[in-house]
Antibody
Framework: EVQLLESGGGLVQPGGSLRLSCAASGFTFTYAMSWVRQAPGKGLEWVSSLAGTSGVAHYADSVKGRFTISRDNSKNMLFLQMNSLRAEDTAIYYC????????????????WGQGSLVTVSS | EIVLTQSPGTLSLSPGERATLSCRASQSVSSNHLAWYQQKPGQAPRLLIFDASSRATDIPDRFSGSGSGTDFTLTISRLEPEDLAVYYCQQYDTSPPYTFGQGTKLEIK
């Protein structure tokens, strides 16, 4: 059974930093992995994706230069380092796995974690 | 960036009825790379449909997807009370950014 478990969320002041983690199990951890966020009461917004082994990463314009996605394949872990946080970054952050039948960078998400809440406020 | 517009914003139907949800793209979505997700209150999104019409694992055949180019539809036949949720479409063209529609809220009377 595929499981994705996020951790590391919390309350942080504007301009601060936070690191999210996602522990993956139940599948071979060579798929591209992504972060998708959802502001309170709002829709879904793709944040970042990281290839399985090549190190190639993509970011939404809204986080480029502030967020860094990384992974440790030896520990089946995905990370999101978030710096220079803003109030508009307040959201539930979901870790999501690339769909099994997706190819290249045409990625849909077939499994999602339960999310980690990040609140940016003074 | 491809913008997805979903309609209606809210849909209120009775159990046993048929729901038709629309997702329109601002430009053609290549290879019908369009997915649908269901998000029940307080839960993470769940994949329903990928590649516009392929059902994901363990999704009942009451859920079906159709469409191509810029116009896509999610149909839920024979609504059940458990189908109460917000439904999102997502395009995954050849490369990021991936975009989602704003969602359709399905209410069960």
């Amino acid at each position: 059974e595929v499981q994705l478990l996020e951790s590391g969320g919390g309350l942080v002041q504007p301009g601060g930093s936070l690191r999210l983690s996602c522990a993956a199990s139940g599948f071979t951890f060579t798929y591209a992995m992504s972060w998708v966020r959802q502001a309170p009461g709002k829709g879904l917004e793709w944040v970042s994706s990281l290839a399985g082994t090549s190190g190639v990463a993509h970011y939404a314009d809204s986080v480029k230069g502030r967020f860094t996605i990384s992974r440790d394949n030896s520990k089946n872990m995905l990370f999101l380092q978030m710096n220079s946080l803003r109030a508009e970054d307040t959201a539930i952050y979901y870790c999501a796995k690339k769909g099994a039948y997706a190819s290249g960078w045409s990625i849909y998400f077939d499994y999602w974690g339960q999310g980690s809440l990040v609140t940016v406020s003074s | 960036e491809i913008v997805l517009t979903q309609s209606p914003g809210t849909l209120s139907l009775s159990p046993g009825e048929r729901a038709t949800l629309s997702c329109r793209a601002s430009q053609s979505v290549s290879s019908n790379h369009l997915a649908w997700y269901q998000q029940k209150p307080g839960q993470a999104p769940r994949l329903l449909i990928f590649d516009a019409s392929s059902r994901a694992t363990d999704i009942p055949d009451r859920f079906s997807g159709s469409g191509s180019g810029t116009d896509f539809t999610l149909t839920i036949s024979r609504l059940e009370p458990e189908d109460l949720a917000v439904y999102y479409c997502q395009q995954y063209d050849t490369s990021p950014p991936y975009t989602f529609g704003q969602g359709t809220k399905l209410e069960i009377k």
